[in-house]
């Protein structure tokens, strides 16, 4: 890039971090490093009535959880209104903007009548200033909004990086309100001017803005500013096929969290959400940003499939350092009232354990009945709780009490119980499970003993 690359992340805080904000942010924040440029985050707060510290935080936590670091900021527009104001005076002063004193009312009739005739319902620019037009009369009581003077003739056009050529007539655009009657400024009008003060070069961002890319663009353009590249990114289906939706879908990031996701999953996977690179599904944070590009993202909607995101976790739980999840059961636990200082050490336990899950929910549940014994259903007692197997269990338990603890020996043992009991080993091994554990499948039994410890296997015998 002959530019030094500067992309940027404006979420607006009025609620969580969503998935698709998510892979905005990330592509974002790869392209800039893939460039050696810079990533900036800005906090979009103009709406007061819904933006809330708390979700500037959802924001922020959600990032850091992703480990999606910025450069620069957080910026937030409340506190630029100075600069905003600002422009907007110039803009007033060069005629490049103007006061507009229709009502809301005025407005409604204008388009019903647009309507009635058939015709696209837009603002008719009666306030709109040109060489020998008369203006109304300023009315009286009414405080004005500033519109944008858009141009009337030709194209506005660009070459977007993921959808290709987009132009549009300046005809079909009315001159967009840039400044409400109490003076504050619009989103649009906000995000030109920020784009332009932080030298953003590339904007990525989801395509439900192309239709505000036109008007920004003639904005920048009034203002003698640099128009930066765009690149809009389709829109994310749920497993239904239809746009995800809080409804139906787990949306925030922090809901991936809480469902037992690792962020490299969530990264690799929102990564080939709409991109890809040859035939490649499993790949590291430093892979995709070497390899990343806005040429290979399909302009075409991109479908989430949960099936695909399990088998993803379910590699990232194989491959994950075991300290790294002994600290994320840690806390799962933790959050369920579970006291580990006298169970087993966590990190032999998840060892055996995490071939066998998808997610560290799953392992979490597998691994609180070593800390808290479980009750054992009616159902479960009944079925596997037989005489013969009881006798066999008081029996194991006697032999245990002397055996070596380690996996040959332990499994030698139920072995021994087995052959003078006369029974195979599903008839003592799967009622021990149940006895320990409250469940009748688990790893090898005797693993399962070797990490449980001699003491807390005989407790939970003579219980």
């Not at 132009?167 to 001017?193: K, M, Q, S």
């Not at 990525?204 to 036109?214: L, Q, S």
């Not at 090898?444 to 003579?462: F, P, T």
Request: hydrophobic share 40%.
């Amino acid at each position: 890039m002959s530019t030094p690359v500067r992309t940027r992340f404006a979420p607006s805080p009025t609620g969580y971090l969503h998935i698709g904000g998510a892979r905005t942010a990330l592509f974002s924040w790869a392209f800039a490093r893939r460039h050696g440029g810079s990533f900036v985050l800005r906090i979009e707060d103009t709406d007061v009535a819904r933006s809330t510290p708390e979700a500037v935080q959802a924001i922020l936590d959600g990032m850091k959880w992703l480990g999606l670091e910025h450069d620069e900021g957080p910026f937030y527009q409340m506190q630029r209104m100075d600069r905003y104001k600002e422009v907007l005076t110039k803009m007033l002063a060069e005629g490049t903007a103007y006061y507009c004193y229709t009502s809301p009312e005025e407005l409604e009739e204008i388009r019903e009548a647009q309507r009635t005739r058939g015709e696209k319902p837009r603002y008719d620019g009666r306030w709109r200033p040109e060489p020998g037009k008369t203006l109304p009369p300023v009315p009286a009581g009414i405080e004005p909004v500033v519109r944008f003077k858009n141009p009337k003739d030709g194209l506005v056009s660009w070459n977007d990086l993921v959808k290709g050529h987009i132009e549009i007539a300046n005809a079909e655009l009315d001159d967009l309100i840039i400044a409400r009657p109490d003076g504050t400024p619009t989103y649009n009008f906000c995000v030109v001017i920020d784009d332009w003060d932080m030298g953003i070069t590339h904007v990525i961002r989801g395509d439900d803005h192309v239709n505000n890319t036109p008007r920004q663009i003639n904005i920048l353009q009034a203002l003698g500013a640099t128009v930066p590249e765009y690149a809009h990114l389709s829109m994310i289906l749920g497993d239904d096929g239809l746009k995800l939706s809080k409804r139906r879908n787990s949306v925030a990031v922090t809901d991936f969290d809480d469902k037992g996701y690792l962020p490299e999953a969530i990264i690799n996977y929102l990564a080939r959400l709409g991109w890809s690179h040859g035939d490649d599904e499993v790949f590291s944070r430093e892979q995709f940003v070497e390899w990343f590009d806005l040429d290979h993202i399909t302009p075409s909607a991109a479908q989430f499939n949960t099936e695909k995101l399990n088998w993803l976790n379910a590699h990232y739980i194989k491959q994950a350092d075991l300290a790294v999840l002994a600290a994320d059961i840690k806390r799962r636990l933790a959050a369920r009232g579970v006291n580990l200082e006298n169970g087993p050490e966590l990190e032999p336990l998840i060892a055996l354990y995490r071939e066998r899950v998808s997610t560290m929910v799953e392992l979490a549940d597998a691994l609180q009945a070593f800390y808290v014994q479980p009750e054992v259903s009616e159902e479960l007692a009944s079925k596997h709780f037989t005489e013969p197997a009881i006798e066999a269990l008081a029996a194991l338990a006697t032999k245990l009490k002397t055996v070596e603890w380690e996996k040959t020996a332990l499994n030698a043992a139920i072995k021994e119980i087995c052959a003078e009991k006369g029974l195979k080993m599903p008839q003592v091994a799967i009622p021990l499970r149940v006895r320990l554990l409250g469940v009748p499948q688990t790893p090898s039994i005797d693993a399962v003993l070797e990490v449980m410890g001699r003491d807390r296997v005989l407790a939970r015998l003579s219980a």
